[in-house]
């Protein structure tokens, strides 16, 4: 099993610190994570990240972590951050075009305190979701 040789680190709930939503198996690889679990604003109801969209000079919303694996430590560092603002689709694209690059992204869910995760580029033995656990 090569998850024996590699750096495991757990992927904290965003919404509940205390549990762990999954773990990643680094080998060779940076990480970095990107987040509004403790960085974030309420305005008029709405959760919003510390993290600004360029794009519309407004905090990014919905997103509530973005995690990135790629060749070094400053590459993942500023992924992590793009991915935030980025958003899954775009995240998706990105890592099909750029096969050393993973990401999963953790999204606001449909439901009250409900999460969404995403996974790209992520083969099967450098990831594992414990959500269920």
């Known amino acids: 099993d090569d998850r024996h040789q590699a750096w ?4 904290r709930h965003p ?9 990643l198996h680094l080998r060779n690889q940076g990480l970095a994570t990107a987040g509004s679990g ?5 305005y008029r109801g709405r959760r919003l990240s510390h993290i ?3 794009r519309t000079g407004w905090p990014v919303e919905g997103m509530l972590t973005a995690t990135a694996l790629a060749p070094s430590a400053a590459e993942a560092d500023a ?11 775009a995240v998706e694209a990105y890592c099909a075009a750029n096969t050393e690059i993973g990401a999963v992204l953790v999204c606001a869910g449909k439901v009250p ?7 790209f580029g ?10 269920n656990r």
Do not use: C, K, Y
């Not at 919404?15 to 773990?23: K, T």
């Not at 992520?122 to 959500?131: E, G, N, Q, V």
């Open 113 to 119: 305190a409900g999460i969404a995760i995403h996974a």
């Open 52 to 54: 600004i969209d360029p």
């Open 15 to 23: 919404l509940q610190p205390e549990h762990r939503i999954g773990e």
């Open 79 to 89: 992924l992590a951050t793009a991915f935030f603002v980025m958003g899954p689709e």
């Open 122 to 131: 992520m083969p099967p033995d450098s990831w594992t979701l414990l959500l």
């Open 8 to 11: 495991t680190l757990g992927l």
């Open 38 to 42: 403790t960085q974030f604003f309420e």
